[in-house]
């Protein structure tokens, strides 16, 4: 049997209001392929990408939820498990930025406390429709003490970024709690996957 090509597999939620361009930001990072015809995700879908941060092989399992309210239920569940979750609005929409407090609500509510969280700006590619200061996102991130980015998933801007300041947030708190890999504890706490190079294992969902 092959040797897992991974040290670590992250769960990671990217979650916001309808529109303000998840899927664009997962399909760009993971495909490399940008549409403005995108058709509303009805539930949750995700894709694999596996990545390296300083010589740590990271597989992340990222999850495109439905920002629409009546989509909720179906979502809440998809919080069980997650090691990371990007908040995202648009730039261009105040209303969007201004639901972020309830994102962080729902998080609160479903997450334990020490789960990595990332606020992110999307669509920040049209100065001139530009709604939200980058100041204001840099307040409320604070607020929350999380870090923040803009991006652009129509420029390409920032998104691979994006993924790799959430997945070193991820490592942090690995980092942080050692014991979280290897302890058991059945408290809550965020739960780090860990294969060895070498190690045979079964890819489970959460």
Same mark, same amino acid.
């Given at each position: 049997?092959s040797?897992p090509?991974?040290?670590?597999l ?5 979650i916001?209001?309808?529109? %303000? ?6 399909? &760009?990072? *993971?495909d ?12 949750v879908?995700?894709?694999?990408k596996?990545?390296?941060?300083d010589?740590? &092989? ?7 939820? +439905?920002?629409? $309210?009546?989509f ?8 069980? =498990?997650?090691?990371?979750?990007? %908040?995202?609005? !648009?730039?261009n929409? =105040? ?10 609500? $729902?998080?609160n ?6 789960v ?8 920040n !590619?049209?100065? $001139?429709?530009? +709604? %939200? +200061?980058?100041? !204001?996102?840099? *307040?409320?991130?604070? $607020?929350? =003490?999380v870090?923040?980015?803009? *991006?652009?998933?129509k420029?390409?801007?920032? %998104? ?9 947030e991820i490592?942090?708190?690995?980092? +942080?709690?050692s014991a979280?890999?290897?302890? =058991?504890? *059945? ?20």
């Open positions: 049997m040797s090509d991974y040290h670590f992250f769960k990671l939620l990217i916001g209001d309808s529109g %303000v361009g998840k899927s664009a930001l997962l399909l &760009r990072y *993971t490399d392929t940008f549409s403005s015809n995108y058709i509303t995700t009805i539930g879908d995700f894709k694999i596996t990545l390296d941060i010589g740590v &092989r990271v597989k992340l399992q990222i999850w495109d939820t +439905a920002g629409q $309210e009546r909720r239920t179906i979502t809440a569940t998809y919080y069980r =498990g997650a090691h990371g979750i990007i %908040v995202v609005y !648009d730039v929409s =105040g209303p969007t930025f201004a639901n972020v407090k309830r994102w962080f609500e $729902e998080i509510h479903n997450c334990p406390s020490n990595s969280k990332l606020l992110v700006g999307n669509k !590619d049209s100065p $001139e429709t530009k +709604a %939200v +200061a980058t100041s !204001d996102l840099k *307040t409320v991130a604070n $607020e929350y =003490g870090p923040s980015i803009e *991006t652009s998933a420029d390409n801007v920032n %998104v691979d970024l994006m993924f790799r300041t959430i997945t070193s490592l942090k708190t690995k980092g +942080a709690q979280a890999s290897d302890g =058991g504890g *059945t408290g809550g706490g965020v739960r780090i996957t860990r294969v060895s190079p070498g190690q045979s294992s079964k890819k489970k969902c959460c």
